[in-house]
């Protein structure tokens, strides 16, 4: 096999650990605003960026990075750099913001952007990004490209040939071996996105970092929309809480048992 | 598309009892009542090697008819032969509106499906229900990690969706329903087989399973240990639920991963979920707000997790549990 080619896609999502109050919902531009909440990579891109370093450091090989959107952060996509991929391409355009792309239309653009790239013999995602939850664009990206996908991947190696992954199952874990090309989508069991040093920024500012816009990809139309955005809402199910005090933890922890059993709870 | 017509739901067997899942049951239910908005059939699709049964209950819950895709080969899910199934039964009876739970399998196949449909999938719905035309399915989807719900439409067909199997949906009795069986043919010559499972490591959880239990008792990264965990295994014993976790007590493997509750974990809707140590992110309270009580337990008054908690306790879990837990004992022991 020649030099080994991995693909990691890479979604800018606002910080979803941010507190709950700092989700803004505005129903009438049908937008959440979370208020002073910071861009990061999808938790779940970062595990297969890690996925993707370590499949690398066994077998050798090159790590590009690709990013899809509108108003792309610089500083929070190298990252990818940093930790290690190879290179990264950004690939941005007005065209390209979530107002205009779907899942099926951001599928449609990586799918482009992996072919001006030459066919690579891996390419990962996340299992679901952090924003939209919707789990769709890794096994989507497979289709049109006409691969075969593995889901929810917590490891892979290369074994003649073929891709072994490890994969999580509701109640345990599978082993699957595929054929290459495939895409695997990756879940936390792969474990977290390495330590970035202060070196590795430096260093990350010398590896190739390229800016291709829609009509380097030969896009002139943007794809319709498939999925349309009706309504936006805050969810409302708060719930109306009963503190139990008393003037000991014994107390306490005594008078919830008592309140549970009286309510008919327990 | 107007000609297309009628509701298809992918249905799944309980693969321990046999039976008709209890998740495709409640999308059953849903179907139906899409069903009759439109007044036009429900139908449910059944694939695997001995999938008559389940197939036949789906009539019982109120199918008009069911499908069934029987052959050695699909014992074992595979996109690779499921999908030419189902992709075929589509093309045939063009249904309207395609739904799953959102389960595992589910979550693997329906975009795939999706995709080849040329249609979209909005995944995790926890309600759908026809425009006031009755010719859009509005589908209604927690995003943001369930901080916003968002409702959408989708401008192809069929309008497609999975739809989260926790309860809140009522499972469709069984009434007598007439319907019929139809045996499709299955194509046995489709074996090119890219991907292949080697290996299959079940984990063996002692007790009640934590997706079915009445009382579930969950920790979060606030326990601290594995050691206080035993606090909480021991609750989950004396009230015969189920051990549960937030994200990170899994993360750092102070329980097992398939302890996590959550939005990328099982979702729980028991009768009562103990929630102790666990702030309250969206993320996890996605996976249990169902629960018809809630109890908090948290050494934080400004916790999240109060404001979807029906009783509270602000204190520390190492304090307070204890004495809960001795007190619940002897009043429960009192009972019987
Ligand atoms: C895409 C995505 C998916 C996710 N999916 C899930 C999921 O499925 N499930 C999930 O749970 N999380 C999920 N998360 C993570 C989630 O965002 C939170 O990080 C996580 O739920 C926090 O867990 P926690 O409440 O246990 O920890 P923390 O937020 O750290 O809270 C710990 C709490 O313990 C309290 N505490 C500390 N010590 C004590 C004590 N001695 N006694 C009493 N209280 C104490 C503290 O006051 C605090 O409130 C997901 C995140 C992302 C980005």
Redesign the pocket.
């Given at each position: 096999m020649d030099e080994l080619r991995i693909v990691v896609c890479l979604k800018q999502v606002p910080d979803?650990?941010a507190p709950v109050s700092a989700y803004r919902i505005d129903s009438a531009a049908k937008r959440v605003t979370p208020i002073g909440v910071p861009p990061v990579l999808?938790?779940?891109d970062e595990n297969a960026l890690e996925l993707a370093l370590r499949l690398r450091e066994r077998h050798g090989g090159k790590v590009t990075a690709v990013s899809v959107g509108s108003n792309l952060s610089k500083a929070v996509l190298r990252k990818a750099l940093s930790a290690g991929a190879d290179e990264l391409i950004l690939v941005e355009d007005p065209a390209f913001s979530p107002d205009f792309l779907d899942g099926y239309g951001t599928v449609l653009v990586l799918a482009q952007t992996i072919n001006k790239l030459g066919a690579p013999h891996i390419i990962l995602t996340g299992r679901?990004a952090?924003d939209t939850?919707a789990g769709v664009v890794g096994l989507f990206l497979a289709e049109a490209l006409g691969i075969v996908a593995v889901t929810l991947a917590r490891g892979a190696t290369i074994e003649d040939g073929n891709i072994r992954v490890e994969r999580v199952l509701p109640d345990g874990l599978e082993v699957v071996i595929a054929t290459m090309p495939a895409l695997l989508t990756v879940t936390q069991e792969a474990g977290e996105l390495r330590n970035i040093s202060i070196k590795n920024m430096r260093d990350a500012k010398n590896k190739p970092l390229k800016h291709w816009k829609a009509a380097d990809l030969g896009m002139h139309v943007i794809p319709d929309r498939r999925l349309m955005l009706e309504e936006l809402a805050a969810p409302a199910r708060e719930r109306k809480c009963l503190i139990i005090e008393g003037g000991s933890p014994d107390e306490v922890g005594k008078k919830l048992a008592l309140r549970l059993r009286n309510d008919n709870v327990l | 598309m107007s000609e297309c017509k009628g509701v298809l739901v992918v249905g799944e067997k309980d693969t321990v009892r046999e039976t008709l899942s209890k998740a495709t049951r409640g999308v059953v239910s849903v179907g139906r009542r899409l069903a009759d908005g439109l007044s036009e059939h429900l139908s449910a699709v059944f694939i695997g090697d001995n999938v008559k049964d389940p197939a036949e209950q789906s009539i019982r819950c109120g199918c008009d008819r069911a499908y069934l895709a029987e052959h050695g080969s699909l014992c074992e899910y595979d996109p690779d032969l499921y999908l030419p199934v189902l992709q075929k039964l589509s093309e045939d009876i063009k249904p309207r509106v395609v739904l799953a739970p959102h389960t595992a399998l589910m979550q693997d196949l329906f975009p795939r499906l999706a995709y080849r449909l040329k249609t979209c999938v909005v995944t995790d719905c926890i309600h759908v229900e026809l425009d006031d035309r009755g010719a859009a399915l509005l589908m209604t989807k927690p995003i943001y990690?369930g901080n916003a719900l968002a409702v959408y439409r989708c401008s192809s067909s069929p309008h497609m969706a999975t739809i989260r199997t926790h309860t809140g949906l009522s499972a469709a009795p069984a009434v007598d329903n007439q319907g019929e069986v139809v045996r499709l043919d299955v194509d046995t010559d489709l074996h090119f087989c890219r991907m292949k499972v080697t290996n299959r490591i079940r984990e063996e959880l002692n007790g009640v399973k934590l997706e079915e239990a009445e009382v579930v008792v969950s920790g979060?990264?606030?326990i601290?240990g594995t050691d206080g965990f035993e606090h909480l295994r021991e609750l989950a014993m004396i009230l015969n639920g189920a051990l549960g976790?937030?994200?990170?007590?899994c993360d750092l493997g102070w329980v097992s991963s398939l302890a996590?509750?959550?939005?990328?974990?099982k979702m729980v809707a028991p009768n009562v979920y103990f929630a102790?140590?666990?702030?309250?992110?969206?993320?996890?309270l996605?996976?249990m707000y169902e629960s018809r009580c809630i109890v908090a337990?948290?050494?934080?008054a400004t916790?999240n997790?109060f404001k979807f908690a029906d009783y509270g306790i602000v204190?520390?879990?190492?304090a307070v549990l204890p004495p809960f837990i001795e007190n619940m004992k002897e009043l429960l022991e009192r009972k019987v």
């Open positions: 979803p650990e999808s938790p779940f679901q952090a939850n | 990690g979060g990264r606030g601290g976790a937030s994200r990170p007590p996590q509750v959550g939005l990328t974990g102790v140590g666990i702030s309250g992110s969206m993320q996890h996605t996976g337990i948290n050494k934080d916790a997790i204190g520390d879990y190492r």
